[in-house]
């Protein structure tokens, strides 16, 4: 495969990124440095990495797409007053029973501890 200036661009964006971004803020900070990059060019390259499994592809139940760095698979908190997607570690367990879990994906919602505090205000 062939990173051009452009996907290695976008990548390193999502790579060094420590938020959930979405193809529009990857274009956003895409334009700060190539002025001349499009909003299609980004979304085809996010798909392209995707495609590649260089990066993840996230929707929550606000039907936005987001952009993981973080290939392993991980769960996510989300707050349903600011909207932060904060990474979980924990772990889940599931019950002994004879099966094979080929995939999932955990999603809690709920409010965030800053948005807890600001309530409380």
């Known amino acids: ?3 051009t200036k452009q996907k290695q661009l976008i990548f390193n964006i999502v790579d060094n990124s420590h938020d959930h971004l979405t193809a529009y803020e990857i274009y956003e900070k895409s334009k700060k440095v190539m002025p001349n990059i499009s909003l299609g060019t980004v979304y085809r390259n996010l ?4 495609s590649l499994k260089m990066i993840r592809r996230l929707e929550f139940k606000d039907n936005i797409i987001h952009y ?6 991980h769960n996510h908190f989300i707050c349903e007053k600011c909207h932060k997607i904060i990474d979980l570690k924990e772990k889940i367990s599931l019950p002994k029973f004879n099966y094979r879990v080929n995939d999932y ?3 809690i919602y709920g409010i965030c501890e800053n948005c807890l505090k600001e309530g409380k205000k």
Do not use: G, P, Q
Request: charged letters at 50%; a positive charge.
């Open 1 to 3: 495969m062939r990173l």
């Open 47 to 50: 798909n392209k990495l995707v």
């Open 68 to 73: 993981d760095n973080k290939k392993e698979k």
């Open 105 to 107: 994906e955990l999603n």
